[in-house]
């Protein structure tokens, strides 16, 4: 049986995962959701048919798998809460930011330990997840455990010591990505499109970039595709090249990183 700690968007969204799955590792496990409000557990029972509770020991207890789905300021109560319950037998899965392998192996009998970060657009089934396996792990759960992830989009396998830089890139990368459709949109809006054409304009541009991109195109052989010797694009190229556009998104990321790394510090 697969436990959910926290029934929030990220839970909601691997577990229709899991739920959307037909056969394979996936295709015979139950699921079981604790989270504190009622609202969100009738939701959750409503929606996908799955059994729920206020209690999160009872989680623990039952499940063979149990995915820690809290925020990072929740994390020590929740592992004060189930610790006397998960033995070697569990695999726990973390997917806070911040928290760490020898954190959770200071706090749980058990070696079975994965940190995943998981992102946003898991939500529509295009997420990208890295796992990091405490290497005293070894076991099937470990494939069950790929593939619940994968069941919302592609999964990494990284060493642990990247996890702040992937929190960095994957993890906060959508809000980033989201602020730069903003940025086009109001744009578009202030050389006088309405709202809403501007905003489709700048969402269909950014899908269909995206698109191509994965079809294994590198970014630089789309930029110079699109980019005319004294054209648009390379006006426009050259402002955001004046203002040190990629020393900016660096600093960015490095801004980030170091919020990750301060959520996990004790971790």
Do not use: H, W
Request: proline letters at 3%; one cysteine or more; a negative charge.
């Amino acid at each position: 049986m697969i436990g959910f700690i926290g029934g929030g968007n990220m839970a909601e969204a691997l577990i229709k995962g899991i739920k959307d799955q037909s056969g394979g590792a996936l295709g015979s496990m139950d699921i079981f959701v604790s989270d504190p409000s009622s609202d969100r557990r009738l939701l959750l029972e409503k929606n996908y048919g799955v059994r729920t509770t206020a209690s999160n020991t009872e989680v623990a207890a039952a499940c063979d798998i149990i995915i820690l789905a809290v925020k990072p300021q929740n994390m020590d109560a929740v592992l004060g809460e189930i610790a006397g319950l998960v033995d070697g037998s569990k695999t726990v899965v973390s997917i806070a930011a911040g928290i760490t392998l020898s954190f959770l192996a200071s706090k749980l009998k058990t070696d079975r330990l994965i940190r995943v970060m998981p992102n946003t657009p898991a939500l529509v089934q295009e997420g990208m997840s890295v796992l990091s396996v405490c290497d005293c792990f070894a076991g099937k759960e470990m494939d069950t455990v790929r593939s619940i992830f994968m069941s919302v989009g592609t999964v990494l396998t990284l060493p642990e010591k990247y996890m702040d830089s992937v929190t960095a890139l994957s993890g906060s990368g959508p809000g980033f990505m989201a602020f730069f459709v903003e940025a086009l949109t109001e744009g578009g809006e202030k050389m006088g499109l309405s709202g809403s054409d501007a905003s489709e304009l700048a969402v269909q541009t950014f899908i269909g970039t995206a698109k191509l991109l994965s079809t294994g195109m590198s970014p630089e052989k789309l930029r110079r595709m699109v980019t005319s010797p004294g054209g648009t694009t390379e006006a426009g190229l050259k402002t955001f090249s004046e203002r040190d556009f990629f020393g900016v998104v660096e600093d960015a990321l490095r801004s980030a990183r170091a919020r990750a790394e301060e959520l996990g510090r004790g971790r």
